[in-house]
């Protein structure tokens, strides 16, 4: 099943009532709407009725056991559509903007149809990382969130992402007095790339040990540059510890170890940091670093890339 054929076929083109309905019956099919609706009057299964507003159709109930009284819910009820005023063909067209991460700039959202507000936007994207979020814990309460072992090598860094002024101008960002430092841990094997970042608010022995022995397993070879907070601890701690001295060189003449894998991720990730709306607060870029967690560590799996898994987590973010 081609995700992207199918999905594009169905949003293209103009909005009608018949495309509508149609879009309505794909989104059941892929269990994103409920097919069966129950009354809250009378516990029985209501119709789905044609209307001229609110999606074209609606679920509706008119049984004899309420006279009088008649019962309406929407085709969205339950789903992560609910309480939006975008239409369907918008909410699936940006899903697939932030599966992709294609032009997410909400300017060139807006420009293209998508939404009307960027605090519309705001809230679609809210939704969409509540669900990678949710797909990462079901990973952590299965102990799968760890790198390292016989066969991959991991490589450590920090980097700051705090906010910077444009040309030494301006104010300071108040929401970066304590936390400015993203500490990452990347599993290397062959072609696969496996992040698992967090948010520390100092690069001292007691913020990032503890995270190294939680999330690399024991034995494991991990390269680091000569930072003193880990220069002779890993050793210790049952590690093969490798390092390389970034004031000589960039890759060790003698173990040919180097942190190129990680060193240029961190420009991909500020970049994808940046286009979804940036690095405001501190909840918020620990909610994109989930979201960069996921896209390595859940979506790529998935034999229909990203689209495919976020389809597949929503259902279990929003169960119908």
């Given at each position: 099943?081609?995700?992207p054929?199918?999905?594009?076929?169905?949003?293209?083109?103009?909005?009608?009532?018949?495309k509508?309905?149609?879009?309505?019956?794909?989104?059941?099919?892929?269990?994103?709407?409920?097919?069966?609706?129950?009354?809250?009057?009378c516990?029985?299964?209501?119709?789905?009725?044609?209307?001229?507003?609110?999606?074209?159709?609606?679920?509706?109930?008119?049984?004899?056991?309420h006279?009088?009284?008649?019962?309406?819910?929407?085709?969205?009820?339950?789903?992560?559509?609910?309480?939006?005023?975008?239409?369907?063909?918008?909410?699936?067209?940006?899903?697939?903007?932030?599966?992709?991460?294609?032009?997410?700039?909400?300017?060139?959202?807006?420009?293209?149809g998508?939404?009307?507000?960027?605090?519309?936007?705001?809230?679609?994207?809210k939704?969409?990382?509540?669900?990678?979020?949710?797909?990462?814990?079901?990973?952590?309460?299965?102990?799968?969130?760890?790198?390292?072992?016989?066969?991959?090598?991991?490589?450590?860094d920090?980097s700051?992402?705090?906010?910077?002024?444009?040309?030494a101008?301006?104010?300071?960002?108040?929401t970066?007095?304590?936390?400015?430092?993203?500490?990452?841990?990347?599993?290397?094997?062959?072609?696969?790339?496996?992040?698992?970042?967090?948010?520390?608010?100092?690069?001292?022995?007691h913020?990032?040990?503890?995270?190294?022995?939680?999330?690399?397993?024991?034995?494991s070879?991990?390269?680091?540059?000569?930072?003193?907070?880990?220069?002779?601890?890993?050793?210790?701690m049952?590690?093969?510890?490798?390092?390389?001295?970034?004031?000589?060189?960039?890759?060790?003449?003698?173990?040919?170890?180097?942190?190129?894998?990680?060193?240029?991720a961190?420009?991909?990730?500020?970049?994808?940091?940046?286009r979804?709306?940036?690095?405001?607060?501190?909840?918020?870029?620990?909610?994109?670093?989930?979201?960069?967690?996921?896209?390595?560590?859940?979506?790529?799996?998935?034999?229909?890339?990203?689209?495919?898994?976020?389809?597949?987590?929503?259902?279990?973010?929003?169960?119908?």
């Amino acid at each position: 099943m081609s995700l992207p054929r199918k999905l594009l076929c169905h949003v293209e083109g103009r909005q009608t009532k018949k495309k509508t309905i149609k879009l309505i019956r794909w989104l059941q099919k892929k269990k994103l709407l409920k097919k069966r609706m129950k009354c809250l009057l009378c516990k029985r299964n209501m119709k789905l009725k044609s209307t001229r507003k609110n999606d074209y159709c609606l679920w509706n109930c008119k049984s004899s056991r309420h006279p009088g009284q008649t019962c309406n819910r929407t085709v969205r009820t339950g789903s992560i559509f609910e309480n939006s005023r975008c239409s369907l063909f918008q909410w699936l067209k940006f899903i697939y903007r932030f599966s992709q991460g294609l032009r997410l700039r909400q300017i060139d959202l807006i420009s293209d149809g998508i939404a009307g507000s960027s605090r519309t936007l705001s809230r679609m994207a809210k939704k969409l990382r509540n669900v990678c979020i949710i797909s990462m814990e079901r990973l952590r309460a299965r102990n799968k969130v760890c790198v390292g072992g016989r066969r991959e090598f991991v490589i450590i860094d920090e980097s700051s992402f705090r906010h910077k002024r444009k040309y030494a101008r301006g104010r300071f960002g108040r929401t970066w007095q304590r936390k400015k430092w993203v500490f990452g841990m990347m599993g290397v094997k062959k072609d696969r790339r496996r992040p698992v970042l967090k948010l520390v608010e100092r690069r001292s022995r007691h913020h990032l040990l503890p995270l190294i022995r939680q999330h690399v397993k024991q034995g494991s070879t991990i390269i680091s540059d000569q930072w003193r907070t880990y220069r002779n601890a890993l050793g210790n701690m049952g590690y093969i510890h490798c390092t390389v001295n970034h004031s000589q060189c960039f890759v060790d003449p003698q173990s040919g170890s180097h942190t190129q894998h990680l060193e240029r991720a961190w420009s991909t990730f500020k970049q994808h940091i940046w286009r979804q709306r940036g690095n405001r607060t501190e909840a918020l870029l620990t909610e994109h670093l989930a979201v960069i967690e996921w896209s390595y560590w859940a979506g790529r799996k998935h034999p229909d890339g990203l689209l495919g898994q976020l389809f597949k987590d929503i259902l279990h973010a929003y169960p119908l």
